[in-house]
């Protein structure tokens, strides 16, 4: 399993909005080995295929956009989500065409995150958190319910794609009232509550670093023997990576005219 650390890599930050796919893309095609990433954000909304069947979307989105967040359309996982400096977000990529192992890319691709939770005192485990933005069966909660980490699969064009964000610090009652807004504007009667959703912050009952979160996921995923040396993208990742984020921003585009993808 390939790691890449892209949390210290401002230009990275900028495409973070399509880094999952590219890789993804790049390991169906057999140009890169399976992969499992760490990578910051700068502000940006990922809204899902559910809420493009809202009655309205493009109304909720142009005043998205009018708040300074860039739009972008995800390709899996349901709904809309936040993502900026205080979450930590990751994936896992591995070539893949069987649908019956979508249980077992959840478990086996958010193994080191749910390891390094575990041992930095806040465990968690799947489940669904009611009312929460987002809300999946396959997300990670507390033991009290509350959703602490996002995570949606893919599994296309021959490859699974499990990806997630740790919601580090990002505060549940501002990201929610925002999103509740999109969802206000776009025509839907969806209810949100902030009280489902959590921060590491608030369950670890300390002022926890990155780098301490980091290391400790690294770390795991190294004894579970992945790596142990770090990897930088491709070239042809790093161009995709451009393609892409232009292609998915709302209203998106279909990447069928990329020869990349197309070859797959």
């Not at 708040?67 to 930590?88: K, N, S, T």
């Not at 691709?109 to 390094?116: G, N």
């Not at 041992?119 to 987002?134: D, N, Q, T, W």
């Not at 009280?195 to 770390?219: F, Q």
Request: hydrophobic letters at 40%; a positive charge.
């Amino acid at each position: 399993m390939r790691l890449i650390d892209a949390t210290e890599d401002p230009r990275l930050w900028q495409v973070s909005p399509t880094l999952a796919e590219t890789v993804a893309v790049a390991v169906a095609a057999g140009r890169v080995p399976e992969t499992f990433c760490l990578r910051m954000n700068k502000p940006y909304v990922l809204l899902g295929p559910q809420d493009l069947r809202l009655p309205h979307p493009e109304r909720g989105v142009a005043w998205l956009e009018a708040q300074g967040l860039p739009v972008y359309v995800r390709v899996g996982g349901g709904a809309a989500v936040l993502l900026d400096e205080g979450c930590l977000s990751f994936f896992g990529a591995v070539p893949c065409r069987d649908l019956s192992r979508l249980d077992s890319n959840f478990h086996e691709l958010t193994r080191p995150v749910r390891r390094a939770l575990a041992a930095i005192g806040a465990p968690v485990r799947f489940g669904r958190a009611e009312g929460s933005y987002c809300e999946g069966p396959q997300d990670l909660v507390t033991q009290g319910g509350r959703k602490l980490l996002g995570v949606a699969q893919a599994l296309r064009q021959g490859y699974a794609l499990v990806s997630g964000m740790l919601l580090l610090r990002q505060d549940p009652q501002r990201t929610t009232a925002l999103l509740q807004e999109f969802y206000r504007r776009a025509g839907s009667d969806r209810v949100l509550k902030p009280e489902a959703v959590t921060s590491l912050l608030r369950e670890a009952g300390r002022d926890i670093a990155l780098a301490e979160v980091k290391a400790e996921i690294l770390r795991q995923a190294v004894a579970l023997g992945w790596g142990p040396d770090l990897s930088s993208l491709t070239p042809w990742e790093t161009e995709l990576g451009d393609e892409m984020l232009q292609r998915r921003r709302y209203p998106a585009q279909t990447l069928a005219q990329s020869p990349r993808v197309r070859s797959l």
